[in-house]
């Protein structure tokens, strides 16, 4: 890396004792000084000359993007997070809530582009201490406060998948782990500036994490569901309440407010139902 440095004047390398993934993407969030901030696991790749082309975009439709999305790929050659199975289309260009209206997310931050003054200005930040879905509540955080968003059909990120890794093991202390997602989304929801959509928003993050909780919490063959709720402290937010108008509960929210044992259930039952088939 240092001989690269060499060559290359405008590359910074920055050095620290490994402290977790989140805690160094927010040092570089702070110490970077580009116009846009990407971010690349150590064992994935980019296209080659794929941000020559996404700067000739830049250069086209100038520097008020917040976020450009792109295209990712597995060594396989199948496509993750892929936005055109929503109807969206190649030069697409959303604003604030109708871009949050796809309900469009995704599981990693690799494989687009975020403006610095949007993740500075806002202070988003990875939450540090969170090890399920850290990614996830930082795109959600991102496009709760985009005001403009492209889609380009530019073939960008390449993912290599390792068995075992950590984003596919999981165990009761990843289970557990969930806690520090509520923790983190908590202390979110109680910001004084937030409007009444962005805490709909929050609470449709928090949704998803008790969602994801539940699912791991069965795929490790294990129903003792009121070890779950107590463990993760979900009476603080259940029932979940959407106020703002732009959002409506779907079915399975609607049964998570009305009882976490029957949804849990019914997760169940699908589960084993899945399984049978399979």
Do not use: T
């Not at 970077?32 to 980019?46: A, H, N, Q």
């Not at 060594?75 to 969206?88: A, D, F, K, M, T």
């Not at 492209?150 to 960008?156: E, G, H, K, T, V």
């Amino acid at each position: 890396v240092n001989q690269y440095k060499m060559r290359y004047p405008n590359l910074k390398v920055l050095s620290q004792e490994n402290a977790g993934v989140s805690v160094a993407r927010n040092r570089g969030i702070v110490d970077s000084s580009g116009e846009y901030v990407l971010f690349v696991d150590g064992d994935d790749r980019i296209e080659p000359y794929s941000l020559d082309k996404i700067y000739e975009l830049i250069k086209k439709y100038g520097k008020e993007i917040d976020i450009w999305v792109l295209r990712s790929f597995l060594e396989s050659g199948q496509e993750r997070y892929s936005w055109l199975s929503y109807g969206i289309k190649d030069h697409s260009l959303f604003q604030g809530m109708d871009f949050y209206r796809l309900r469009y997310n995704r599981g990693s931050v690799c494989g687009g582009l975020y403006k610095r003054e949007l993740l500075i200005s806002n202070d988003i930040r990875f939450p540090v201490g969170v090890k399920n879905g850290e990614d996830s509540i930082f795109f959600s955080l991102v496009r709760m406060n985009a005001k403009n968003i492209f889609f380009a059909d530019i073939c960008f990120y390449h993912v290599f998948e390792r068995p075992g890794s950590a984003s596919r093991s999981m165990s009761i202390e990843r289970v557990f782990g969930y806690k520090n997602n509520l923790d983190f989304l908590e202390k979110i929801l109680r910001i004084p500036s937030l409007n009444l959509w962005q805490k709909d928003i929050i609470n449709l993050m928090i949704y998803s994490c008790i969602s994801n909780a539940v699912y791991a919490f069965i795929s490790i063959n294990n129903c003792e569901f009121s070890v779950l709720y107590n463990h993760l402290r979900l009476s603080r937010f259940l029932p979940l309440q959407l106020k703002s108008g732009y959002f409506k509960e779907d079915l399975k929210m609607r049964l998570l407010n009305f009882s976490f044992w029957i949804y849990c259930i019914s997760r169940l039952l699908f589960h084993s139902m899945v399984r049978i088939k399979s």
